[in-house]
């Protein structure tokens, strides 16, 4: 069975410092994909970035950069320069390869409150 | 660009009323998903369909059913509301591609079900 945790119920910045978001999880699968989804106070659910189990390469995107480690499963997330409007609840994903079509169901982590003040 | 679209956003039900609702996914995505998301939890997946056939089902009770019809719309009906089944529901759309790769989820906006 397929697992996600966050281990960060909450964390509290001020705007501009860094702020990494943690993500663990577990799979008996070889092929899976990883996700990042931002929940902001409206409700939506925001998809950020989508990783497969073979591409190890970080990412960054503007001020967002992804930290994907198989030897550790985990695949963390960095705000750099927070702003109050990245205050949000981050949701790490999980999806499982079943066979040779995958259907892809999500499997989430519990999520991060993200809170950014001014 | 076009995204899932769901209806209606909100819904107010008594207990042992049924509710359905509607979710149009965004066009040429063959997969739909339904996920529900208590106060403070993640989502949870109930149920997805590919190709208008159910290709997956999670913790759904058995007084939800849902269905996927030939425009790849998908309405997921609840009966006999329970005061627990106060959530917010997602439907997520995506391409699906063959030999085991999945394509991303793009999640409508919810819809707010509040059970009297």
């Known amino acids: 069975a397929q697992k996600v945790t966050q281990a960060q119920t909450e964390i509290s910045v001020v705007e501009k410092e860094d702020v990494t978001l943690d993500c663990v999880y577990e799979?008996?699968?070889?092929?899976?994909?990883l996700f990042w989804y931002k929940q902001p106070p409206s409700g939506e659910l925001v998809f950020l970035i989508r990783?497969?189990?073979?591409?190890?390469q970080n990412e960054i995107s503007g001020r967002y950069s992804w930290n994907f480690q198989k030897s550790t499963s985990s695949f963390n997330f960095t705000i750099t320069a927070s702003q109050v409007v990245d205050s949000a609840v981050y949701f790490c994903?999980?999806?499982?390869?079943?066979?040779?079509?995958?259907?892809?169901?999500?499997?989430f982590g519990q999520g991060t409150i993200l809170t950014v003040h001014p | 660009a076009a995204g899932v679209i769901q209806s209606p956003r909100h819904l107010i039900k008594e207990k042992r009323e049924t509710a359905t609702l509607k979710c149009y996914p965004i066009?040429?995505?063959?997969?739909v998903y339904w996920y529900q998301q208590g106060p403070g939890q993640d989502p949870q997946f109930l149920i997805s369909?590919?190709?208008?056939?159910?290709?997956d089902k999670g913790s759904i009770p058995d007084r939800f059913s849902a269905q996927q019809f030939s425009d790849y719309h998908s309405e997921l009906n609840m009966s006999s509301l329970e005061l627990g089944d106060s959530a917010l529901y997602f439907c997520?759309?995506?391409?699906?591609?063959?030999?085991?790769?999945?394509?991303?989820?793009?999640f409508g906006p919810g819809t707010r079900l509040t059970v009297l």
């Open positions: 369909f590919y190709e208008k056939m159910q290709s």
């Open positions: 997520a759309s995506s391409s699906q591609v063959g030999g085991g790769s999945t394509d991303t989820q793009y």
């Open positions: 799979t008996r699968d070889t092929t899976y994909y």
């Open positions: 066009p040429r995505h063959d997969t």
């Open positions: 994903a999980l999806s499982e390869s079943a066979g040779g079509t995958s259907y892809g169901k999500l499997t």
């Open positions: 990783r497969n189990s073979f591409d190890e």
